[in-house]
């Protein structure tokens, strides 16, 4: 949960079934058209106890596209509840706690409060 908000409750499930997944899917259905890879996560709910996601997508593997950089794996590991962290992020943390030098008494200088 984001620190310092409130949280929303809401309960959207019918209004996004009855007005937002005709026009999910019509976007969807359009990127496979075109070739085009595309994931969309909706949060339909909201509860003390969970959110509730609606995820559709035309995922790069379904229509034999190769992407550079494809995020679509990661999108769907968050959205089942893993945690995501990149190897670039791990060897940038690593090697700063390798790098920084453990402080020892002479390092820090008495303080004098009024």
Do not use: R, W
Not at 28 to 39: E, S
Not at 48 to 54: L, R, S
Not at 70 to 77: Q, R
Not at 87 to 103: Q, V
Request: with cysteine; net charge negative; glycine share 4%.
């Amino acid at each position: 949960m984001s620190e310092g908000k409130d949280l929303t409750i809401f309960d959207k499930k019918k209004e996004y079934e009855i007005k937002v997944l005709p026009l999910v899917k019509e976007i969807i259905k359009q990127c496979a058209i075109l070739n085009i890879p595309v994931y969309i996560s909706t949060a339909v709910a909201n509860t003390p106890a969970k959110t509730t996601y609606e995820n559709l997508g035309n995922l790069p593997g379904s229509g034999e596209i190769f992407l550079k950089t494809d995020y679509f794996a990661k999108y769907l590991l968050v959205a089942n509840g893993f945690d995501v962290k990149t190897s670039a992020a791990k060897d940038e943390l690593e090697d700063m706690l390798i790098h920084t030098p453990i402080p020892t008494e002479e390092d820090y200088e008495p303080t004098c409060l009024d």
